[in-house]
């Protein structure tokens, strides 16, 4: 029990430090979107079916439309990371054919703008879609450092359906890249609740530099 | 499974003194999983066995601390957090050496430091395993889920492919271990097994 003990000391301490990374601004702060698409929001489709029971627990929608407006009034920059069939690994691993079945194969073509999605949820003309990623995280293969940098964004929240495996290695690679992470945790969801809670309460902590719910996220930026 | 031995590499992820060594820093905090796991038994049978295949050993170690590390980031990791407060993996220290049962040989790939957690991100390991053909990897060492995770989830969006032995990795406390062995590596590895059948299967 030692180690527990000392584990909690540890995390304890850095976020004595990590509580000063946790400001704002519009210029600086930027809403990264990752696999935010209709194939995993749709009630029809399978991916929402896969995560459904985690995502309503968390009222994953109504937060996610919820925290899209409030980064538009807040002036953010917003950009989609979706999965798509470009993503065509030399070995695929059981997280890849779980995405893969969930999406329809339709060449190059972006699944971010469906008609029948909550209308808050969309992508508008401002945003930016990343058409380019090639593996989980959606730094992976993708224009979205150089996208971020160019408009020198030094805060990422984060928000999606699948905390374990496209939110685990976009924030992973964002903070490796020099970036302050915030997890928005009632905007993901997994396809289990053990996945959800082990992501939430252990994994992500251990990288990610802060994690807040919606609201209290909303909170902390409006000051 | 069969691996091409040619182009399969044990990576040996931070298996330095601070970690392994009852002297070490993190030690104390690290003994019960590496305990319970028997991990540096199956990391020293591992090593072993894949040096006699013939398969490329390949060393990840995390960045040495020293006087200005990490000066030019804004925002910390948290792991860098901590190595600034203890100043683990001593540059000048015993504990950011390789531990005497890891000492890296003659041929060995030895990447450049990682910073933060994955042993891709800003170092020299692709490049190296790329100009040796490396298309397989193992991975084995610490902790199972920051380095060792991020370094398996880097390498998959690299295209490699990946093995995890969930009794060859080790994590800060049995929670920690159990997210990652247990609830990520059977999505991310093309192979997750142990360290008993993944000797059998190369004998």
């Not at chain 1, 993708?142 to 160019?150: A, E, G, N, P, V």
């Not at chain 1, 020198?152 to 939110?167: H, R, S, V, Y």
Request: hydrophobic share 40%; with cysteine.
């Amino acid at each position: 029990m030692l180690n527990n003990l000392m584990s909690e000391s540890m995390k304890f301490l850095a976020n004595l430090t990590q509580k000063t990374y946790r400001q704002y601004p519009k210029h600086l702060t930027a809403l990264v979107l990752v696999d935010v698409q209709k194939e995993f929001l749709l009630p029809v489709e399978s991916g929402w079916q896969s995560v459904s029971d985690v995502a309503e627990t968390v009222n994953f929608k109504k937060n996610m439309s919820s925290l899209i407006a409030f980064a538009r009034a807040q002036g953010y920059d917003i950009l989609y990371a979706p999965y798509t069939d470009t993503i065509k690994p030399t070995f695929e691993t059981p997280a890849h054919q779980l995405m893969k079945d969930h999406i329809q194969v339709r060449g190059n073509e972006v699944k971010v703008a469906p008609n029948l999605l909550e209308q808050s949820i969309l992508p508008n003309d401002k945003d930016t879609i990343i058409e380019d990623r090639t593996g989980l995280s959606a730094f992976s293969g993708s224009s979205l450092h150089q996208k971020l940098q160019d408009k020198n964004i030094e805060n990422l929240i984060f928000a999606g359906p699948f905390i374990n495996i496209g939110l685990d290695s976009s924030i992973r690679d964002a903070v490796e890249y020099g970036y302050h992470a915030t997890l928005v945790t009632d905007c993901a969801a997994a396809t289990s609740n053990i996945e959800y809670e082990m992501a939430k309460d252990t994994t992500i902590p251990r990288f990610c530099q802060t994690l807040f719910s919606n609201s209290l996220f909303q909170t902390k930026a409006a000051k | 499974m069969e691996y091409p031995s040619k182009n399969t590499a044990l990576v040996l992820v931070d298996p330095l003194n601070d970690f392994i060594s009852p002297l070490g820093k993190a030690w104390p905090i690290a003994r019960t999983v590496m305990k319970k796991v028997n991990l540096i038994e199956h990391m020293q049978a591992i090593t072993k066995r894949c040096r006699e295949a013939g398969w490329v050993i390949a060393y990840a170690p995390h960045h040495r601390y020293k006087k200005g590390s990490f000066a030019g980031r804004k925002y910390l990791h948290p792991s860098q957090i901590v190595q600034k407060m203890t100043l683990g993996f001593n540059a000048k220290g015993f504990g950011g050496k390789y531990h005497a049962k890891f000492l890296p040989q003659e041929g060995d790939v030895i990447s450049s430091e990682h910073d933060c957690s994955s042993g891709f991100t800003g170092t020299n390991l692709h490049k190296q395993l790329q100009e040796k053909g490396v298309t397989h990897i193992v991975l084995a060492g610490f902790l199972s889920n920051t380095c060792i995770e991020s370094t398996a989830r880097s390498a998959i969006d690299l295209g490699y492919h990946v093995t995890l032995l969930d009794d060859a990795v080790s994590a800060w406390t049995p929670k920690d271990h159990e997210a990652a062995v247990e609830v990520n590596y059977p999505l991310l590895a093309h192979r997750l097994t142990n360290t008993q059948n993944f000797l059998t299967g190369l004998s």
